[in-house]
């Protein structure tokens, strides 16, 4: 019941965080998209983090392609796993329709103390070899929830005496335009197929 609670009061605020920070669009201002298209795209501030390959991952590295952005943690029982297979999907549709716009598909782990890098380079290419898995510590994540109102929450699990634990956090997957910008959202729970047929219609409109 907690973390139920939990979930949907992140789910809450999330969507408050878009009508009061970025401005939304409903999805029928594009024909046939359901993802939540921001209006006016802000483009993100400077942060640090590491990629898989121990590379420095920052705001340079999400310029110059679109970026499928989600987050989440590799002991995640249910809803990490399914998300990144649905990507996976995505990301063989997308080469399967030839779709030319550059993309890139990144995991941003919101636990860092299990979340090695080692540990994520043997989690995350599992679903992709081509996905990306990014990690830091918690000061130098919150540099970039914060502009993406992304929230995550560690919950005890008081079933485990071991000490192990949860963490509650926003599912959705963000889209992060060539210009380092926060472009839209997708909310869950995601379909690959609506995914893709989103991302054409957006892309293809970037004008802004």
Sequence with gaps: MYAAGMLAAMAAGFVLYLDLNSGQAPSSQLSGVQATVITNPRSLEPFTLHDHKGEPFTLSSLQGKWTFLNFGYTYCPDVCPTTLATLARLNAGLEKKGVEAPYQFVFVSIDPERDTRERLADYVPYFSPGF????????????????????????????????????????????????????AVFSAPHKASAMLNDFRVIASDDTR
């Design 132 to 183: 990306i898995g990014v990690r830091g510590e918690d000061g130098d994540l919150k540099k970039i929830t914060g502009q993406l109102g992304v929230l995550y929450i560690r919950v005890e699990d008081k079933e485990n005496a071991g000490g192990e634990y949860l963490m509650d956090h926003t599912a959705s997957v963000m889209l992060i335009d060539p210009q380092g910008r926060f472009r």
